[in-house]
């Protein structure tokens, strides 16, 4: 009798003792999401590495780098808290994106072939999904001089005020300084981030003095250069330096220019 007493005693304790862990019957505000990224369309291929930043506004930070090989056909996962987050999916940075920061250009060098996917996502469930699709962020300007005397003998330098990416993928204010080398034909090209503005200025440089200087972010503008596309497409453009002409071309556009370049 005592032994069955015991077992009814024992049968009634394990009903009444909470479950260990998230039960639902209390607050589930401590509880991770399930963060699921899919890659199966992200427009990367096998040979690249694939960043994955998931940050907050109050510090939270996950950071994890893969090779895309084979992240497509598998599932990508994450316990995240329950929160508003940003991710980050980015490849290509060149070893300047810094997590929790962004991608930062430093002084002299060129934007680096980056694509890069940006979103918010509520998190604040117990499952949310991310499909990111990869979209290239930067444009290769490609100069093209044209100088009386064949070869060009000064220095080109371009100069603006995006330095970069931000967490969430918004272009980031600073200093960008770069000066491209140029070939035996006269040609030479630059990467830049994505413009917020018509600051963009082409310096021509000689002994360390600016001698001259063209207002390149306003003829992008002006040729109709779409600087908030998901993909920013090249530009070519032609200068004849010796007759103060410029010509300008943006997939096909053509715009002859002559003006003081004076400084």
């Known amino acids: 009798m005592k032994h069955g007493l015991s077992s009814v005693v024992a049968v009634l304790i394990s009903l009444i003792i909470p479950v260990a862990g998230c039960s639902v019957k209390e607050d589930r505000g401590d509880c991770p999401c399930r963060l699921v990224i899919d890659f199966s369309g992200a427009g990367c291929d096998d040979t690249q590495i694939i960043s994955v930043d998931v940050t907050s506004a109050d510090g939270y930070l996950f950071h994890d780098s893969m090779d895309a090989a084979g992240l497509r056909e598998r599932e990508y996962a994450v316990d995240v808290p329950r929160k508003v987050l940003d991710v980050n999916v980015h490849t290509g940075d060149g070893g300047f994106y810094r997590p929790a920061e ?16 940006s979103a918010e996502v509520d998190a604040r469930t117990e499952y949310c999904e ?35 990416y931000d967490v969430s993928g918004s ?23 994505r413009q917020t503005d018509a600051s963009l200025v082409l310096e021509i440089v000689e ?32 200068i004849d330096y010796s007759k103060s002409d410029i010509i300008f071309s943006v997939d096909g556009w053509d715009k002859e220019m002559s003006f003081d370049v004076t400084i």
């Open 171 to 193: 272009p980031l204010s600073g200093d960008f300084i770069y000066s491209p080398e140029m070939d035996s034909g006269g040609s030479c090209s630059v990467r830049l981030p």
């Open 130 to 164: 991310c499909a990111p699709v990869l979209h290239k962020n930067y444009c290769r300007v490609t100069l093209n001089f044209r100088y009386e005397d064949g070869s060009f003998p000064f220095l080109v330098r371009i100069a603006g005020n995006v330095s970069g």
């Open 102 to 117: 962004g991608l930062i250009i430093p002084e002299g060098e060129q934007c680096p072939a980056i694509h890069i996917f």
């Open 207 to 238: 002994d360390d003095s600016v001698i001259r200087q063209f207002a390149l972010g306003h003829l992008i503008i002006d040729s109709g250069y779409d600087w908030t596309a998901p993909d920013l497409q090249d530009i070519e453009v032609d």
